[in-house]
C-alpha cells in the first residue's frame, strides 16, 4: 500500500476515533449523534428486516434511469448547441431561463405528473445531470482545434456524421466524460432529495428514521450513499481509463 494510502486510512481512523470519544465522553449530545460504533449495529438490522437492500434497491433503480436519461440528453443537446450557430441560438434564452431553477424546485411537479414513483425521482435525477452534462459537452466541443475539421475534410472525412463521429466525439470525449463524472454525484444528491417526498429510498428510509430520532439509522444511510457513490466513480474513473488511454500514447 502507497504512503499516501496509509495516511488517508489513519486520517479516517483519527476523524472516528475523536467522533467516538467525543460521544463517550458527552462532548456530543449521545440522544442526537450516535457514536460510529453503534452503526454496524444498526445495518445488521435494517439487513435483517430487509429495509437496507430494499431502500438502495429502489434508490438504485431511478438513479440509474435519471443519470443515464440526463447524461444522453445533456451530451446530445450540449453537441448540438456547440456545432450548430442557429439551434444555439434558438435555445439561448431558453437554457438562461431553464438553468438556473434547481432540480428540487421540479419536486411538486414531478408528484403531480408521475406521482410519487420511480418516474418522479428519476425525471429530478435527470434535471440535476441535464445541465452538467450540456455544458460540459458545449464547452468540450467549442475547445476543438479547428485545424482537426480542416484536416478531417482533407482525408475524406469532411460528411456532417463522419466528423462527428471520426472528429467531435474523439477529441470532446475527455471533457464530456468529466461532465458525466461530475453528474454522478450530482445524481446522488438529487436522489435523497427526491425521496424525501415519500418516494421509495435510502431519502424515505433517512426521513422515517428522522422522526424516530434514530440517528445511528441516519448515520448509516448517509454512509450508504458515500459508499454508492465511491464505487460509481471508482468504477467510471476505471472505465474512463480506457476508453482515453489514447490521449496519454
Do not use: C
Not at 21 to 47: D, I, K, N, T
Not at 62 to 88: D, E, K, N, Q, R
Not at 136 to 161: C, K, S, T, Y
Amino acid at each position: 500500500m502507497k504512503r499516501s494510502h496509509w495516511a488517508s486510512a489513519a486520517g479516517l481512523a483519527a476523524f472516528l476515533g475523536v467522533w467516538e470519544a467525543s460521544v463517550r465522553g458527552g462532548l456530543l449530545p449521545a440522544a442526537f449523534v450516535p457514536a460510529p460504533s453503534q452503526v454496524p449495529a444498526a445495518f445488521l438490522s435494517e439487513l435483517r428486516n430487509g429495509e437496507w437492500p430494499a431502500a438502495v434497491l429502489a434508490s438504485l433503480t431511478h438513479y440509474t434511469a435519471g443519470v443515464a436519461a440526463g447524461s444522453a440528453l445533456g451530451i446530445a443537446v450540449g453537441v448540438a448547441v456547440a456545432l450548430s450557430p442557429s439551434f444555439a441560438a434558438s435555445q439561448a434564452w431558453v437554457a438562461r431561463l431553464l438553468r438556473p431553477i434547481p432540480p428540487l424546485a421540479w419536486i411538486p411537479f414531478a408528484l403531480i405528473w408521475f406521482g410519487p414513483s420511480q418516474t418522479a425521482a428519476g425525471f429530478i435525477i435527470g434535471i440535476g445531470v441535464f445541465w452538467l452534462n450540456y455544458f460540459a459537452a458545449e464547452a468540450a466541443v467549442r475547445a476543438i482545434d479547428p485545424g482537426l475539421f480542416e484536416l478531417a475534410a482533407a482525408f475524406g472525412q469532411g460528411g456532417a456524421w463522419r466528423r462527428l463521429t471520426a472528429v467531435v466525439l474523439p477529441a470532446a470525449s475527455p471533457g464530456i466524460l468529466a461532465g458525466v463524472r461530475a453528474g454522478l454525484g450530482q445524481g446522488w444528491m438529487a436522489v435523497v432529495a427526491a425521496e424525501l417526498f415519500g418516494i421509495p429510498g435510502i431519502g424515505q428510509r433517512m426521513n422515517e428514521a428522522a422522526g424516530l430520532l434514530a440517528t445511528d439509522i441516519l448515520v448509516l444511510y448517509m454512509l450508504t450513499i458515500a459508499l454508492l457513490y465511491g464505487i460509481t466513480d471508482f468504477a467510471f474513473e476505471r472505465v474512463s481509463r480506457r476508453l482515453l488511454v489514447w490521449t496519454r500514447a
